[in-house]
Nanobody, 125 residues
Framework: VQLQASGGGLVQTGGSLRLSCAAS????????MGWFRQAPGKEREFVAAISRSGSRIYYADSVKGRFTIHRDNAKNTVYLQMNSLKPEDTAVYYC???????????????????WGQGTQVTVSS
């Protein structure tokens, strides 16, 4: 599967952005999906994950209540709605796909086989 992330940009503190990750290739609904981010000089960190059906969702504590992940299997796309953005949310955001037979979520980078190219999110103070 190939992943194409988009929607990043520059926004002021408190603003919102919606990231999209479009998948092509094999049937999208077989993949568990996730969003990660990496700030300069830091390791890539987990942001949010969603199961194949969308029935299971998990967020990092740092974004809980502000970010929302959802997917549209008919459009082969997963989204990350980001509200109340903070300067510490500044990073390159990556989407990732994990094939698997279970309707579960994956929270670690090593659990994902496919990665998008990343999209830059910058939050100014």
């Amino acid at each position: 599967v190939q992943l194409q992330a988009s929607g990043g940009g520059l926004v002021q503190t408190g603003g919102s952005l919606r990231l999209s990750c479009a998948a092509s290739g094999r049937t999208f609904s077989i993949y568990r999906m996730g969003w990660f981010r990496q700030a300069p000089g830091k390791e890539r960190e987990f942001v949010a994950a969603i199961s194949r059906s969308g029935s299971r969702i998990y967020y990092a504590d740092s974004v809980k209540g502000r970010f929302t992940i959802h997917r549209d299997n008919a459009k082969n796309t997963v989204y990350l709605q980001m509200n109340s953005l903070k300067p510490e949310d500044t990073a390159v955001y990556y989407c990732a796909a994990s094939p698997g037979p279970w309707d579960s979520i994956v929270k670690v980078t090593t659990g994902y086989d496919y990665w998008g190219q990343g999209t830059q999110v910058t939050v100014s103070s």
